[in-house]
């Protein structure tokens, strides 16, 4: 991408530390990218979808890592195991946000304070 160097350059003296701006570049990357699907999921755009039949993953969190290394432990189960259920949690969490934002889509406009109207 043109000019996200300089830009990220500009930005470097606000970071303190080298890992927060790297992390920062590689957002900016995500967003700006041509990928329809930025972070792994999809998400319905009208309130009568049909769900995908795969809805993708869920991004990684700092406590499915700690879990993922947790299982290289001789005493945790296998790392296959640990693996397995992940990507089915991943898989079950991306299927009931598409869900949530399905019946967000479905109900009326509210006023976000209804005591106002």
């Keep these: 991408m043109a000019g996200l160097h300089e ?3 500009a930005v470097r003296g606000c970071f ?3 890992e927060p701006w790297v992390q920062a570049r590689e957002y900016v990357r995500a967003v700006s990218s041509d990928l329809p699907e930025r972070n792994g999921w999809t998400t319905p755009t009208g309130p009568h979808d049909t769900p995908p039949a ?3 993953h869920t991004p990684l969190t700092v ?3 700690k879990t993922l290394v947790n299982a ?3 005493r945790h189960h296998s790392i296959e195991h640990t693996i397995h259920w992940q990507n089915w ?3 079950h969490r991306a299927r009931a ?3 949530h934002q399905r019946t967000r889509l479905r109900r009326p406009p509210q006023h976000a304070y209804p005591q106002l109207t």
Excluded: F, N, T
């Design 7 to 9: 830009v990220m350059e």
């Design 16 to 18: 303190a530390r080298i």
């Design 54 to 56: 795969e809805p993708g």
């Design 63 to 65: 406590a499915a890592l």
């Design 72 to 74: 290289l432990h001789p």
């Design 89 to 91: 949690r991943d898989r």
């Design 97 to 99: 946000r598409w869900h």
